[in-house]
């Protein structure tokens, strides 16, 4: 359940920036890699959970989930990991080099427009 | 209207995380997160390492639990320091919490600071504390598919330890599997075999420690 802290940050940062330009908030989409381990089902209830009596209640919550990718030591070969093979694709080589994977990011909060 | 961020989500623990890491830097002090399932052993492979090493380190435990203080207190009858944080139901420690406990056991006099996790195998490899190494102790009972089934928690490591050895003759557990696993999502991790209740294979992880704090 580490999704109850990153939902209380988004919500948090959320609420300065709708503070800011002062308008309502009502979509936000965040990004993760795959060692985040973020749950969808999970993060969206803790999401709800973190909004109540706040100005983020009832916002939708997209999530992304960027894939892990690894390079062929061998040769040379960038692709999407699969754990269930762990090894390059191309030359069927398993000694290979994650690349760094993506942070959590909270990308873009769509707020109300002016005249809706 | 859309506002563009691209803000890092858990950037308020990074930040102090970033303090402790220069905390542990300015005192030349060896930071050690342990992480692991309940029950793996941590607090018995911690206590036996610091009666080991008593007289080469000066070593202090920050412990991490839901409730009680009993881990703190196990630690705290080997003569090292020790302070609890009691998470309250929280699933993970943070980078604060940390850098409160590190005043509570004068850290800047030790040579290593242990910080044992709360036993879950996926939280608290999202949260960076600011320590200098990363260990995820695994245990035979627990079964062989934990590397490829919590790959997150072993890529991030890095020792892992092989703990309860002495069971492996009464539980089927493929070590070849558990190696082979940890190798895919993690080729540059020491794994070292142990059992803390009997002290087997520990010199390799001591001499591993020692190596990192000459």
């Known amino acids: 359940m580490h999704e109850t802290a990153v939902a209380q940050s988004i919500v948090e940062t959320i609420l300065v920036e709708a503070k800011k330009i002062d308008k309502k908030p009502i979509r936000a989409k965040i990004s993760c890699g795959q060692f985040n381990a973020l749950n969808d089902e999970v993060m969206e209830f803790a999401f709800d959970v973190a909004s109540q009596d706040t100005a983020c209640k009832g916002m939708k919550l997209e999530i992304h989930h960027v894939p892990l990718r690894a390079n062929c030591k061998k040769c040379q070969n960038e692709f999407e990991f699969d754990i269930y093979s762990g090894s390059c694709p191309t030359c069927g080589n398993s000694e290979i080099e994650f690349v760094p994977d993506a942070p959590l990011l909270l990308e873009e909060i769509e707020f109300e427009d002016e005249d809706s | ?169 009464y539980i089927p557990f493929d070590l070849d599997r558990v190696l082979n696993d940890i190798r895919k999502v993690n080729p540059d991790a020491k794994v070292f075999k142990i059992s803390a209740i009997t002290g087997d294979g520990m010199q390799q992880w001591y001499d591993w420690l020692c190596d990192m704090t000459a």
């Not at chain 2, 996926?122 to 695994?138: H, M, Q």
């Open chain 2, 1 to 169: 209207m859309k506002v563009s961020l691209n803000k890092r989500i858990l950037d308020r623990n990074d930040e102090c995380a970033q303090k402790n890491k220069l905390f542990f830097e300015q005192n030349s002090v060896l930071c050690v997160n342990v992480i692991s399932s309940p029950g793996s052993g941590k607090t018995t492979m911690l206590s036996r390492t610091i009666l080991a090493l008593k007289d080469k380190l000066k070593i202090g435990v920050i412990e991490g639990d839901i409730k009680t203080d009993t881990d703190a207190e196990k630690i705290r009858s080997t003569g090292a320091a020790a302070v609890q944080i009691e998470t309250q139901g929280a699933c993970h420690l943070s980078a604060v919490q940390v850098h409160d406990a590190l005043t509570q056991i004068e850290a800047m006099d030790k040579d290593v600071i242990f910080i044992e996790n709360v036993g879950n195998l996926v939280c608290p490899s999202a949260f960076d504390l600011g320590e200098n190494k990363r260990v995820v102790l695994l245990s035979v009972p627990e079964g062989d598919d934990k590397p490829i089934k919590y790959p997150g928690t072993f890529a991030g490591a890095d020792v892992i330890l092989i703990n309860k050895m002495d069971l492996i003759l």
